[in-house]
Every structure is written in structure tokens, then in C-alpha cells.
T-cell receptor
Framework: QKEVEQNSGPLSVPEGAIASLNCTYS??????FFWYRQYSGKSPELIMF????GDKEDGRFTAQLNKASQYVSLLIRDSQPSDSATYLC??????????FGAGTRLFVKA | DAGVIQSPRHEVTEMGQEVTLRCKPI?????LFWYRQTMMRGLELLIY????????DSGMPEDRFSAKMPNASFSTLKIQPSEPRDSAVYFC????????????FGPGTRLTVT
């Protein structure tokens, strides 16, 4: 079992729809959870972080964390073509390492 | 703030040559990370430093890879000798522990070994 798992996609949604990206992790001692966006040929860019169970909202983005289920998600409301990118889930584990998932490719169709 | 700076942005070299990648972290950040990204393996942590001291180098693939951080504003990743399978994008990232553990990435160095 990989430490951080994501569906590689591609996930395709129409413009204006909600995109839902999911991530599971294996280390129950994990403390912090991050979502990075990576455009093709660019470096990962931090867009959200969450530490506590529940939801955290920032503009069109909502991160959701359920530690009991070891599950993190990212919702993107009113998806735009400019949101098309690979989204990396990252987990700061109990072993004091940040482990990245393989990423989910998102396509938003105009 | 200028962000994390990496050089060179692109490097093409022949197998067997020495390659040195450079990184300047964000001023004030006390953690520095080196990653390698390929299509097959995704983003892999190679090594990280805290206050210029290497903490975990378990991700360094072989003895051909070495990394140093002589001061808080500079780090190098060296590959000697380079091999075609080392071709990848190498990212440097930094973070400030007291705030959170989020990392800020540099633009990366695209390495091609022929």
C-alpha cells in the first residue's frame, strides 16, 4: 500500500461544475495535509493546507479532512479551464516526512 | 521575496559527466528539501536539511548522489557520474517550521543525460 494514494485521473468536468479530488493516506500519525497544484512544466504550488478534522474553505477551494477514515479531499467550485492541472496531495507523516501522492490530472472543459 | 531560486533551469550532459544543481531557499526558512520528479515515479524526496544539517538522506538513490548545504542560503545536489536514468526534473523546496510544514518550491532544473 502506498503511503499517499490518489486516483491518477484524468478527471474531466465541465466549466462551472464542482471538481472533487480525493486522497487517502496510511500513517495514522500524520499531522498536516496539503494540496498542491502543478501546471504542466511548472513547479508544485501550494493552494490549501488543513490540520483539523472538518472543512476549510478558501475562495473556490474547500479542503476536507477525516482523520478517522484517513481521507483528505479537495473541492473546487465553479471550475474554470485555468484550473486544469495536476493536483498533488501531500501528507506530513508521523515520521516527520512529507509524502506526496502521484497526483490527479484535472481537465475543465470550456 | 524572490522565492526559491534554482540554477541552472535546464542541463543537458553526457553520461559519465558530473552535474551540480544549485538552490537558494527563501530567506528565513530553516528547512530545505531536494526532490526528483519523473513520470514513472512521481515526486520523490531525495534529502532534506534542517538548519543546514542533513536530517534524512534515505531517498538518495545511490552513492553517485550527494548534497551539501554550506550555509543557510545555499545548497547543492551533485551527481557524479551521471547516467541516463538520472534524467528528471529536480526541485528544491524550503519551509519554515514554526509556522507550518508547507513547502515552497523552486522552478526546478530539467536534467537530461544522454
Amino acid at each position: 500500500q502506498k503511503e499517499v494514494e490518489q486516483n491518477s485521473g484524468p478527471l474531466s468536468v465541465p466549466e462551472g461544475a464542482i471538481a472533487s479530488l480525493n486522497c487517502t493516506y496510511s500513517d495514522r500519525g500524520s499531522q498536516s495535509f496539503f494540496w498542491y497544484r502543478q501546471y504542466s512544466g511548472k513547479s508544485p504550488e501550494l493552494i490549501m493546507f488543513i490540520y483539523s478534522n472538518g472543512d476549510k474553505e478558501d475562495g473556490r477551494f474547500t479542503a476536507q479532512l477525516n482523520k478517522a477514515s484517513q481521507y483528505v479531499s479537495l473541492l473546487i467550485r465553479d471550475s474554470q479551464p485555468s484550473d486544469s492541472a495536476t493536483y498533488l496531495c501531500a501528507v506530513f507523516t508521523g515520521g516527520f516526512k512529507t509524502i506526496f501522492g502521484a497526483g490527479t490530472r484535472l481537465f475543465v472543459k470550456a | 521575496d524572490a522565492g526559491v531560486i534554482q540554477s541552472p533551469r535546464h542541463e543537458v550532459t553526457e553520461m559519465g559527466q558530473e552535474v551540480t544543481l544549485r538552490c537558494k531557499p527563501i530567506s528565513g526558512h530553516d528547512y530545505l528539501f531536494w526532490y526528483r520528479q519523473t513520470m514513472m515515479r512521481g515526486l520523490e524526496l531525495l534529502i532534506y536539511f534542517n538548519n543546514n544539517v542533513p536530517i534524512d538522506d534515505s531517498g538518495m538513490p545511490e552513492d553517485r548522489f550527494s548534497a551539501k548545504m554550506p550555509n543557510a542560503s545555499f545548497s547543492t545536489l551533485k551527481i557524479q557520474p551521471s547516467e541516463p536514468r538520472d534524467s528528471a526534473v529536480y526541485f528544491c523546496a524550503s519551509s519554515f517550521r514554526r509556522q507550518t510544514y508547507e513547502q515552497y518550491f523552486g522552478p526546478g532544473t530539467r536534467l537530461t543525460v544522454t
